[in-house]
């Protein structure tokens, strides 16, 4: 469908990895650096570790994504297989070594997998899988520092001596980047977890204005239709951005562009104005963000959605489990997906992640946000992603 707005809306989620990254430049060349010389007698390489250190919405994410692409390919020109794994700890319920191994195991070697298996079982066929292949692996793991907060902290020490497992087999992995908001988690580790995790930090200095314009308009340039988003809105979103409580996070910036680009859509505007910009920052309820609904499964979602839609109907900031119960069967229906009956798994994991409050079974809520701005939120958001598939 046309739009009068949008080029690409999808360009704007948080699931896009833009190819130009401003203002990452430099630690995109430290991170290459550092990988240099890796494929040249790829066998008897030491396992190399980084770690990117910076606070929340400066690039870590997404520069390591970009980076793994780019490694991946400069391997594949000196014809070494090397396959990539980005893991977020946040995302694990639990943060035992099982659940990450078996995650891993699921996104490098599914052919293999089966919950049955221990952990050192999977450790072991994933070895001899991957010597096999002549393949070797390259693993980002991405906020560590909430991971070792919940008790990771042995997992972690595993992880940094993969290579150790069955040292008769030789390396298998031969790349490990940590991501952290910041350095101090490094305090509850104990000193043989910290040297395993070696010395080479890259940090990530929150933008300043400036180069938080640039993003923007680099963002701007794949997104929308050219002359529709004027600078000078540029320049006030950023001003937004870098306000208390925000602190210059860009994926608050991008998903005020999406809100506001939508809102001028809807409106049959040809152009985003400063009251579609206004609107959207006033609906927006930081630090939930779209990234935060994009991490939620189908299930979560449906869920959420239920609670949200018990919520609106009944105008309280609680609900009983029989009326969520009820929304939720409603919702389903809707939605032509068919109801679990271990619902609660996904309830739990909602509260778990900071979404859902649930004081008893007669009190059901939301965590700090208003019913009808999560529901704008989740409706944003699927309907992006439905377009996308579709
Ligand atoms: N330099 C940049 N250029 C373009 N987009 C960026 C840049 N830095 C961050 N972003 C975008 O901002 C959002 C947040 O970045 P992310 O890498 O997830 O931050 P972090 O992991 O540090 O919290 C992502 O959608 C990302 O694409
Ligand atoms: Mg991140």
Not at 255 to 277: F, Y
């Amino acid at each position: 469908m046309f739009s009068p707005i949008f080029k690409d809306k999808s360009k704007l989620l948080p699931t896009y990895v833009p190819q130009k990254l401003p203002h990452r430049e430099h630690q995109l060349r430290l991170m290459h650096a550092f990988f240099d010389d890796v494929f040249i007698d790829v066998d008897n390489q030491p396992l190399r570790k980084i770690q990117l250190i910076g606070g929340v919405g400066t690039g870590k994410t997404c520069s390591s994504l970009r980076f793994l692409k780019e490694i991946k390919r400069k391997a594949e020109k000196l014809n070494v297989n090397l396959k990539t794994v980005y893991l977020n700890l946040r995302f694990f319920r639990e943060c035992s070594r099982v659940v990450i191994y078996r995650n891993l195991l699921k996104k490098v070697a599914p052919e293999i997998y089966s919950s049955s298996l221990s952990a050192s079982e999977i450790l072991s066929n994933l070895f001899r899988y991957l010597k096999n292949k002549k393949t070797y692996l390259l693993l980002v793991f991405d906020e560590v520092d909430y991971f070792v907060e919940k008790g990771g902290q042995e997992a972690l020490y595993e992880i940094t001596r993969f290579n150790e497992f069955e040292p008769e087999l030789g390396n298998v992995f031969i790349g490990m980047v940590f991501i952290a908001r910041k350095e101090n988690y490094m305090q509850k580790l104990d000193s043989a977890t910290v040297s395993s995790l070696g010395r080479n930090k890259i940090s990530f200095p929150k933008y300043d204005f400036n180069q938080l314009v640039d993003i923007l308009k680099e963002r701007r340039k794949e997104s929308f239709i050219p002359g529709v988003l004027p600078d000078d809105l540029i320049g006030y979103i950023a001003d937004l951005t870098l306000a208390y409580p925000v602190n210059g996070d860009v994926r608050y910036a991008l998903d005020l562009l999406l809100s506001a680009g939508i809102l001028a859509e809807s409106e049959g505007s040809s152009k985003i104005e400063m009251k579609h910009i206004s609107l959207a920052y006033e609906r927006s309820h930081y630090p939930l963000t779209s990234e935060e609904i994009f991490s939620l499964s189908i299930h979560e979602k449906l869920v959420l959605l239920s609670l949200v839609k018990a919520l609106m109907r009944d105008k309280t900031p609680y609900v009983t489990l029989s009326r969520f119960k009820l929304a939720y069967k409603l919702t389903c229906e809707e939605a032509k997906v068919k109801q679990k009956e271990d619902f609660e798994r996904e309830l739990q994991s909602l509260c778990d992640r900071g979404f859902v409050e649930i004081k008893s079974l007669t009190k059901i809520g939301l965590k700090g946000i208003e019913a009808s701005k999560l529901y704008n939120l989740l409706k944003e958001v699927t309907e992006v992603e439905e377009k996308n598939a579709g």
